[in-house]
């Protein structure tokens, strides 16, 4: 007994001591941001803001315990655009230098971060875009194009070598193992099955893949043509030639200087430099901002699963129908909250999720809520499926968005356990009781009721869409089938109401609600924030919608990432409504 009674005592030493070290963690967290908050910089006459852009800008809230314990690289989208919207307005700022490297953001992130810039170039202030990147990115230049002037470093090597799309088909491997893969699917475009079925892409997959790919390149080389003042003809030309020199590059146009930051700086002469990092503690409203109204921000991102959650250990974002269906309730009960903005960056999931989703729109706007919604880089499938019963609806010219179709997915194992040596006894009750075994295939009874199912999914679905689009059914078909389109391809189909970023949806939300589209509004994220405990234990061990293996899981494309979140979940089994696997455009 005294040993058991000595045990417990030092357990309960060791975890005093560590609540004391998580105490005086907290305390330094808590002090460190009184101090920043109190610590706002003087911004002199003239000043030239500094601001790195690199790495990820996220659109989901980022988690401050999160960040500040862990580290974590990511850094708020919202956060970004709503620094340069203030340098965009403040007198005292009279240039902003970007100093870009490597990103990773797809093409609606790009989208947004080039827009901010653009707007602060058109609004009088000198723009100067200094490239460093290591990589073969084409979002860094494409965001460059949109400043004055644009340097790039003596040793950096400029993306501008074409667009890539690359598809795997897992088919052959699975043949190989032993497993078959059962599939039903409603649109001859929904080709999310093909990458685990086939081996080679369909006639429909080449041709839709082939249309994103003209529609993003035509938007990028358009874009830099008019900011470059060339010719489309001279943009890919230039694209044509390859990785060329820094100097070459200087030549054909794509650039203005070849310098070290130091000196691309430098052209500015002796004026006051200042951080973003400090320029960030400058209240807004020392730049005039008045707020007229306030609006809700929810932001679903991620793979769309059922339940309660925002992400996993890996940090991989989900869009859990619970957390928005409590979002848009707590926002539609405020009577402050003039309208609400669903910002959307998803490729899709359950049907059942995002129908769940679709209905907290509704009932939000049920009780007066005006609701408009902002695509990311994705907002397809069960993404565009939540997204379908806004009052309008914003998309970026390349967000990848439609993709209204449904499939099931079903691995067959029977040949993998008989090459492993494994037996298998299957005892049922009930005549499609073999809808639950993964050993043998379908029966043909059983297959047409799976069949019959999805069929009414996609009924479903297309039925939401006709509704909220007012659409015909026929309509909505005959643009549905599974095929993916382009914010810009989307708008001409009529899934969309106008191409821009999230302060174009603003100002469709001011409108709506009568407000001038100039008044200045605030931003408040719903659901409420997480009490400090939840936010500990979300920064620890992840949430309800947790992986393990994070380290590995988050070195995988974040297309993958979202199909083994998804495929893990309860969600796999059913229904799903997602994009290929695999569709990114580099």
């Not at 667009?163 to 599939?183: D, R, S, T």
Request: proline fraction near 5%; hydrophobic fraction near 45%; aromatic fraction near 6%.
């Amino acid at each position: 007994m005294a040993e058991n009674t000595g045990g417990r005592s030092a357990r309960q030493r060791r975890g005093r001591a560590w609540l004391w070290i998580l105490v005086l963690v907290l305390v330094g967290l808590g002090f460190g941001w009184w101090s920043e908050r109190r610590l706002v910089p003087a911004v002199q006459s003239g000043s030239v803001l500094v601001v790195d852009l690199r790495g990820d800008y996220v659109d989901q809230p980022i988690n401050p315990v999160l960040e500040r314990l862990l580290g974590r690289g990511e850094k708020s989208l919202v956060s970004l655009l709503s620094l340069l919207a203030k340098a965009e307005r403040d007198p005292r700022i009279a240039a902003v230098v970007l100093r870009i490297g490597d990103l990773h953001v797809g093409w609606g992130r790009a989208e947004e971060i080039r827009g901010a810039v653009h707007r602060l170039t058109k609004s009088g202030k000198h723009t100067l875009a200094q490239l460093e990147v290591e990589g073969f990115g084409n979002a860094e230049y494409f965001v460059a194009t949109a400043a004055e002037r644009i340097s790039i470093t003596p040793a950096s090597r400029n993306p501008l070598v074409g667009l890539a799309g690359e598809y795997m088909f897992l088919g052959g491997l699975f043949e190989k193992l032993g497993v078959q893969i059962e599939y039903e699917r409603i649109g001859r475009y929904k080709s999310a099955v093909e990458a685990y079925a086939k081996k080679g892409m369909s006639e429909a997959n080449r041709e839709m893949s082939n249309s994103l790919m003209d529609s993003v390149e035509g938007r990028f080389v358009e874009a830099i043509a008019a900011a470059r003042s060339l010719t489309p003809a001279q943009v890919r030309t230039a694209i044509d030639e390859g990785p060329t020199s820094p100097e070459q590059k200087r030549k054909l146009g794509l650039v203005d200087d070849v310098a070290y930051f130091d000196a691309a700086r430098s052209r500015f002469g002796d004026r006051p430099i200042l951080k973003a990092a400090d320029y960030a503690k400058v209240p807004a409203e020392d730049v005039g901002f008045s707020s007229q109204a306030r609006f809700a921000l929810i932001t679903g991102a991620g793979p769309v699963l059922s339940g309660e959650g925002s992400m996993g250990r890996s940090g991989q974002p989900v869009m859990a129908a619970g957390t928005l269906a409590r979002a848009f309730a707590e926002a539609a009960d405020d009577a402050d909250v003039r309208a609400i903005i669903f910002r959307i960056d998803s490729p899709g999931g359950s049907a059942m999720a995002s129908d769940l989703i679709w209905k907290a729109v509704r009932d939000a706007q049920a009780k007066g809520k005006k609701v408009v919604v902002s695509m990311s880089d994705y907002a397809a499938s069960g993404g565009y499926y939540a997204a379908c019963g806004a009052d309008r609806i914003v998309s970026q010219p390349t967000t990848y968005t439609g993709s209204i179709g449904v499939f099931v997915l079903r691995p067959v194992v029977g040949g993998l356990l008989k090459k492993l040596g494994i037996g298998v006894v299957d005892l049922r009750r009930g005549a499609h009781a073999d809808m639950l075994l993964s050993a043998e295939p379908l029966t043909p009874e059983t297959r047409a009721l799976v069949r019959r199912h999805v069929r009414g999914i996609y009924d479903l679905f297309v039925s939401r869409v006709a509704k909220g689009r007012k659409m015909s059914i026929e309509q909505v078909d005959a643009i549905g089938r599974g095929r993916v389109w382009t914010g810009a391809q989307a708008l001409d189909n009529g899934l969309v109401d106008s191409l821009g970023g999230l302060r174009d949806a603003v100002v469709e939300a001011k409108i709506l609600v009568g407000l001038d589209p100039d008044a200045d509004v605030s931003l408040v994220p719903y659901p409420s924030p997480k009490s400090l405990a939840v936010q500990l234990a979300e920064a620890m061990g992840g949430s309800v919608h947790a992986r393990d293996g994070g380290a590995l899981l988050g070195q995988l494309p974040a297309p993958v990432q979202d199909w083994l979140t998804l495929l893990e979940s309860p969600a796999a089994g059913g229904p799903l409504l997602m994009l290929p696997g695999w569709l990114e455009v580099h």
